[in-house]
C-alpha cells in the first residue's frame, strides 16, 4: 500500500510505515499526518500484524511538518488554522491509544514534529547520526502539540530545554534524556529493530493490548489514583487464558531443565 508520502510495507508480524517525500527531508504535510493516523489505525486491525515501525526514506526521518504549507495555513487565518491542526492533535494521540506496539526507526534528523513523533512512540531506536530537536521557537513559534509527548518522555526539565531554546541533541544525548532507548551503528540498526520486532511479536497478542492500556492509564496520573486503577485493571490480567497458558509454560520449562 502506498499514498504520495507514505509507503506501507508488510512483513511478517510487522508492518512498516516509511515517511516518504525526500524532496522536502520527509517533511510531513496536514494531509499526510491525517493519512498516517489512519494507516495506523487500519495496521491496528490487521490480526496478523503485531508491530508497527515508523521510519523515514533515506538518511532523515522526517524534517517534521511541511513549512510551505503552515506558512500557507498562517497567512489564509481564521477557521483554517484550527480546522488544520486535528490531524496533528490525532497523530500525537492516536499511538498510546494501539493495541500494537509502535516503534521508530531514526536515521538522520528527527525534528520538530518529527521529534515529537518519536516521542509519542512506544520504543525508539536510532543509528548513531541522529539528530532531534524542537526549533520552534527560533521562527516565533512553540511545539504546542508535541510538548505532551515530551513532557511524557522527558520530564519537565528537560522537555522545556528542547521548547525554549531549540537546540538540537545528537544521538547520544536523547539516549540520556530518555527520548530513545538504544543508539548504535547505521549498520547494526535494522537487526536491532528487527529482535525487538521479534521479541514483541512472540508475545501474546491479549496480553500486550491490556499491557499497554494499563501503562499509558496508569502513567497519566498520580499514585494513588495508579494504584486504584491498577487494582481495577487487574482482574482483567489474572483471569485471562493468555496468563494460565503463561504459567503452563512456564512449568512445563522448568520440568524440562529438572
Excluded at 486491525?45 to 495555513?73: K, N, P, Q, Y
Excluded at 499491557?211 to 482483567?236: D, N, Q, T, W, Y
Amino acid at each position: 500500500m502506498s499514498t504520495t508520502q507514505l509507503l506501507v510495507q508488510r512483513l511478517g508480524p510487522c508492518a512498516t510505515i516509511t515517511l516518504s517525500n525526500p524532496a522536502k527531508r520527509n517533511a510531513i504535510a496536514t494531509a499526510t499526518a491525517g493519512e498516517l493516523v489512519d494507516t495506523l489505525q487500519m495496521l491496528d486491525r490487521e490480526s496478523e500484524v503485531r508491530v508497527i515501525v515508523i521510519t523515514g526514506e533515506g538518511h532523515c526521518f522526517s524534517s517534521g511538518g511541511d513549512l510551505d504549507e503552515f506558512l500557507a495555513t498562517v497567512e489564509s487565518g481564521g477557521t483554517q488554522l484550527w480546522e488544520t491542526g486535528e490531524p496533528w492533535q490525532q497523530l500525537f494521540s492516536i499511538i498510546a491509544t494501539l493495541s500494537k506496539p509502535v516503534i521508530a526507526r531514526v536515521v538522520g534528523p528527527a525534528m520538530a514534529g518529527a521529534c515529537g513523533l518519536v516521542a509519542a512512540c512506544d520504543f525508539a531506536y536510532c543509528s548513531e547520526d541522529a539528530r532531534f530537536g524542537s526549533p520552534e521557537i527560533k521562527i516565533g513559534l512553540f511545539p504546542l502539540f508535541i510538548l505532551p509527548a515530551l513532557l511524557k518522555r522527558l520530564g519537565e526539565r528537560h522537555a522545556l530545554d528542547l521548547a525554549l531554546t531549540g537546540r538540537t541533541l545528537d544521538a547520544q544525548e536523547a539516549l540520556r534524556m530518555g527520548l530513545v532507548n538504544r543508539v548504535c551503528p547505521l549498520a547494526e540498526l535494522d537487526d536491532l529493530v528487527a529482535q525487538q520486532v521479534q521479541s514483541l511479536a512472540e508475545l501474546e497478542p491479549a496480553t500486550v493490548r491490556r499491557g499497554k492500556h494499563a501503562f499509558h492509564k496508569i502513567s497519566s496520573v498520580g499514585v494513588s489514583e495508579g494504584l486504584e486503577l491498577a487494582r481495577g485493571l487487574r482482574p482483567a490480567f489474572m483471569c485471562s487464558d493468555e496468563l494460565r497458558r503463561g504459567i503452563e509454560k512456564f512449568f512445563a520449562k522448568k520440568e524440562v531443565k529438572a
